[in-house]
Every structure is written in C-alpha cells, then in structure tokens.
C-alpha cells in the first residue's frame, strides 16, 4: 500500500468548498469521485486528507491532497486522474510515510488580487505591514472556537497590470482571515478607513470591514520541508487547459469590444 500527496489546482466556481458535506459538491468528493472512477472502487474505501480549506468560490493552485493506494504505477494513476477528471488538475505528486499529515505545512502561500482603480498603493502597503508578525486576528477571522493568535510571516503588495496583487505567508491562517484582512487593506486604500482603525481592531476594538469576495482568492502553494512533487504528465492538463483558455479569449473579445464602445459612442 503507498501513500500518495498530489498537488492540485482548482477554479472555486462551481464547488461548495474544499471539505466534504452531505449532499455537497466539494473539491473533496470531486477528488473522491476521480478516484473511484480511475481505480473502480468505492468512496467509503478512500481515506482522504487535505492540506488546506478553502471555503466556497476560493481557488487554489496548490493545495495537497493525500491517500492511500494499492495502485503501484503512481505516475500513471496521477495521469489517468488528469484524462478523467472535469474540475481538478493533478499537478504534481510525492511518496509520503505513513505518518504524514498534509495539514502540517512549514508554509501556506496565498493571493488576493483586487482592482488598483481607486487605491492609494501607498496607503495599501502601509496598512499591509500593520498584519505582519504575531497578532490576536479575532476581528479578522471567523470565530470557530480555536486561538486566535496567529503569526503572519510576510504581506507583500505588487501591481500587475489593472490589478493590485497582495501575497500572504504563513504556516497556516485562520478561517476568513485573508479574505477580512484584504476587506481591512482596501477600506484603508480607498480611503474610507484610517490605519488608525486598522491597529485598534488588531487591539481589540470591534470593528468590522467585511469580507472580500472569495473568488479573488488563491491557494497559491503548500510546501514541506524535505518534500518535492514530481510534476504530472503535461498533456492531459495542457488539452483541458487549452479548451478552457479558449473559452476565455471568446470572453476576452466580448467584454474588449464593449470597452471600445466605451471609447466611441458611434456604434456601426
């Protein structure tokens, strides 16, 4: 029997979160679903464990997957998963020990992108330093009844194209916390809140700025010490890729055609 840890990619859309609920497309039955239809077995016979919950509409580009296998070729399982999956991409995978819990990463890294229209970068990079290092994030996190004190490794802001870009390091991140910290970041880059509001709610104060939209959110990586994922076999993603880059060109000329109206009140 192997253990097997595969790093997968997913869009949010369409999903109900990453965790498994009764009557409930998650990225976890999704996961199950390929790999019973590979392997021709039963869901009550995979045992699966992930590394990270995303909640729903979040993507990931490398969240980590780990089960147990009879299958003795891996590469080719992994491949077989890419050719039968519809949602997941298997992007990479690893031999683990049995004892290995993919939950206790040495490192999380996310994205959130949101428009840079209307932000004062400056005023965007200063409140994200506020959230660097240990603080109490119960005003930036759903409560679930775990500690609240959590350390944030580093927030860095980078501008891409329309877009600003903030990137968030951790060992791990409480439930919503990104999401409401990136709400805090551009209530204060646009102006409608002071840094000042932002360390009196890390003090404690009850404050409130939300919670930025899931779909802008992005697993971007889980790493491990002394663990490396051989990359899967390209062509299975590469032709699911292909078909959904094309889907989103179509998309791209539509909305691009509107912006030129946008640009020319004559309409021919």
């Not at 019973?36 to 509409?57: F, H, N, Q, Y």
């Not at 993919?102 to 209307?118: D, M, Q, S, T």
């Not at 697993?219 to 993603?237: G, I, M």
Request: charged letters at 30%; aromatic letters at 10%.
């Amino acid at each position: 029997m192997k253990r097997v840890a595969v790093k997968i990619a997913y869009l949010g859309a369409g999903f109900n979160g990453s965790q498994r609920q009764p009557c409930l497309h998650t990225v976890e039955s999704e996961i199950i679903g390929d790999i019973c239809e590979v392997l021709r077995i039963r869901p009550d016979s995979v045992e699966l464990c992930m590394a990270g919950r995303t909640d729903k509409g979040v993507n990931a580009l490398g969240n980590v997957a780990v089960f147990n296998t009879g299958f003795e070729d891996v590469p080719t399982l992994v491949k077989a998963l890419n050719s039968k999956s519809r949602r997941i991409f298997y992007r990479g995978y690893a031999l683990v020990g049995a004892d290995f819990n993919p939950r206790f990463a040495e490192l999380r890294i996310y994205e959130y992108v949101f428009p840079r229209k209307g932000m004062d970068p400056g005023l965007v990079r200063a409140c994200c330093e506020l959230f660097v290092g240990e603080h109490d994030f119960k005003r930036f996190c759903r409560p679930d009844g775990k500690p609240t004190v959590a350390t944030v490794d580093s927030v860095s802001v980078e501008e891409r194209g329309r877009n600003l870009v903030l990137t968030f390091k951790a060992r791990y991140f409480l439930w919503n916390m990104i999401r409401r910290i990136a709400a805090a970041v551009m209530t204060v880059g646009s102006g409608s809140a002071t840094l000042d509001d932002v360390r009196d709610a890390l003090e404690g104060r009850e404050i409130n700025f939300g919670l930025a939209r899931a779909d802008a959110l992005t697993l971007v990586d889980t790493l491990y010490p002394d663990l490396e994922f051989a990359p899967a076999e390209r062509k299975p993603c590469a032709q699911r890729v292909g078909g959904e880059r094309f889907n989103l060109d179509l998309r791209d000329r539509f909305y691009t055609s509107l912006e030129d109206d946008d640009r020319d009140d004559r309409i021919g």
